[in-house]
Structure formats: C-alpha cells, structure tokens
C-alpha cells in the first residue's frame, strides 16, 4: 500500500498530492504548518502543537476552516489509513489559491494537507558522540520583522542558515541575532549546560518557543535541575560543560564541537544523557493514542 496524504478533505496517493501553482502557500510562503511525532501509536505533544499551529495561523490572520479538535482527528486518521507505530507528521494550512499578487483577499479557501511518514534527521552516531556545528553567515531575522513564535511556511533564513552548514562540512548551524547573540539553530532550540543548571536563548530575540524545549526544561525540573532563559554570546559556547539541540525531529541531540572547538569535553555529558533517557521513555509513555 502506497502512502496516503490527506488534501483538502479526502486522502490521495503521494503521487496525485498536488497543490495549484497559484497557492500562496508555494509562491509566498503563506502559510503555517508543525511537525509532530508519534510513538508507539501515540502522538506526542499532540495539543500543544495544534495549539501552535493555530496561534502561528492567528498571527498571520490566516483562518484554518476546522476546529482544532477536527483538525487533531484527521492526523489521527492519517496516521491509522499508513498504519505508522512511529512516524513523523507535518501538518501544513496554507493562504490558498489566490493570483500572482500579494493580496491574501483575493485567495479561496485555505489548502489543510498531513503528511506522516518516518523520519531519521541526524545518524546515530551524532547522538553516540556528539554533532559538530559551526556558526553561521547567516543572522537570524529580527523579531521586530517576523515573529519567532510564528511558525511559517517561510523557512529561507533557516535555509540559508543550513546551506551555511553544508558549506562548512557540517550537518548544522548555529544562528546568532543582529546583536551577536546565541538564538537557535537552524531547525533545532539549543541548550548550554554550566555548572550543573541549563541555559537557553529567549524567544523575544527570534528563537522559536520549542515543544520538545519545553519537555526538556520540564523534564529537569522534576531532576531539580534549574532551567534559565538567557541572553549568551558564542564565546560562552565554549565556557559551558555541554551544549545539546532539541527539536520534534531531532529530539535531543548532543553538540561535541563548534567551528572545531570542542565544548566541555568534546564528548556527550552526564546531564545530556540523562535527559536524553528520560525525553525517551517520556515520548514512549506519553501521548494521544491512535
């Protein structure tokens, strides 16, 4: 069996899901969408990425036609016609098809489409011993220009950020504000560990507010390990005794250098695989069952 997509209200083979040129979804980037996982035939953070999902859509005034709850079913569903136990899902609402102009009046109906299937972003061995990251050319954008809470379907400045990270032989990307500070990496929140508490860019200067960031952090609460939003230069990369990415796809993953310079150790620490063990048997208990 062929893997179904569900577009505009009915499911189609991956090869007849097609959109209109004329989307303003493909020719702007007008659009919202959130990539989620499921475990065990559960999904993970299931509300709080349709919560997202629909406050990214609400600060583009993008209305989505269906009801969270509605919405929240139909990946339900997707997931069951693929029979996935583990997947990847990226549910996407775009603008709709409009005309070759910006004016968002002029689009129909918005285009809702789910995609699940499986997904390995990093190999294991980056999470074995560690992923080398640089930092990149690109800046992120200001907050002041485009919202980091806002999770859009124009994703140019992580791409950019990205291609930065092949061209440095590398799978990764640290991007710094206007300011010069630590904000995210290219796909994934980032985390420094000193002295026992973790440290984590603020979404005010363009980081977007994680879910799995947001597990972690409360994951180290119940270890007692305090958790601080902080403004942080790069050199204090190089201060800490670890540093790890978090993200839906990537999950938790060790940082064992950046620009070649090893952090901490050079090696995955105690506190990163600590928590790295517990978001695993919480993403294998928790969930919305399907």
């Known amino acids: 069996m062929g893997l179904k997509i569900f577009l505009n209200g009915k499911f189609v083979e991956k090869e007849e899901a097609v959109l209109s ?67 990847y899902i990226r549910a996407v609402v775009t603008r709709g098809v409009g005309d070759l102009g910006l004016d968002p009046r002029k689009c129909g109906a918005p285009s809702i489409f789910i995609i699940t299937d499986k997904i390995a972003l990093y190999p294991e061995d980056f999470y074995k011993n560690g992923l080398p990251v640089i930092i990149a050319k690109t800046r992120r954008n200001h907050p002041i220009t485009l919202d980091p809470r806002i999770k859009s379907l124009n994703y140019l400045n992580n791409i950019l950020a990205r291609i930065d990270a092949i061209d440095g032989g590398t799978e990764e990307a640290l991007m710094l504000s206007l300011e010069g500070y630590i904000v995210e990496c290219s796909g994934d929140n980032i985390f420094l560990v000193k002295d026992g508490k973790l440290f984590t860019p603020p979404a005010d200067i ?85």
Not at 54 to 70: G, H, M, N, Q, W
Not at 235 to 261: Q, R, Y
């Open 21 to 87: 040129v004329f989307d303003h979804g493909l020719l702007y980037g007008d659009g919202v969408f959130e990539g989620i996982r499921s475990y065990n035939r559960k999904v993970f953070r299931l509300v709080e990425h349709m919560d997202r999902l629909y406050e990214s859509a609400s600060a583009i005034r993008l209305e989505i036609p269906v009801t969270k709850d509605a919405f929240a079913s139909k990946i339900l569903e997707t997931l069951k016609v693929n029979d996935l136990d583990n997947a």
């Open 206 to 290: 363009g980081a977007l507010e994680g879910v799995t960031q947001d597990a972690v952090i409360q994951l180290a609460g119940k270890r007692g390990i305090e958790s601080e939003y902080k403004l942080m230069r790069p050199e204090e990369l190089f201060e800490a005794d670890e540093c790890f990415l978090t993200g839906t796809a990537a999950e938790i993953v060790p940082v064992s250098k950046v620009d070649g310079k090893p952090i901490g150790s050079g090696k995955p620490g105690d506190i990163t695989n600590q928590l790295r063990e517990d978001y695993r048997k919480l993403t294998q208990t928790e969930g919305i069952e399907y």
